[in-house]
């Protein structure tokens, strides 16, 4: 489970850091598509998008 934002708030990155929660912002989430596999590297701060076979 991870917090992906195209800008996170200060109040929901403060909850994503007392949860123990990834959380990553500035990514372009009209990329992002329901379905898509998604591989959070919160320390980098990057995300991959897989597309799924169908």
């Known amino acids: 489970m991870a917090i992906v934002n195209k800008e996170t708030e200060t109040i929901v990155a403060t909850g994503a850091i007392l949860a123990g929660v990834p959380c990553v912002d500035r990514i372009p989430v009209e990329k992002i598509s329901t379905g898509d596999h998604l591989i959070v ?3 980098a701060g990057t995300v991959s998008i897989t597309k799924p076979n169908l």
């Open 41 to 43: 590297d919160a320390t």
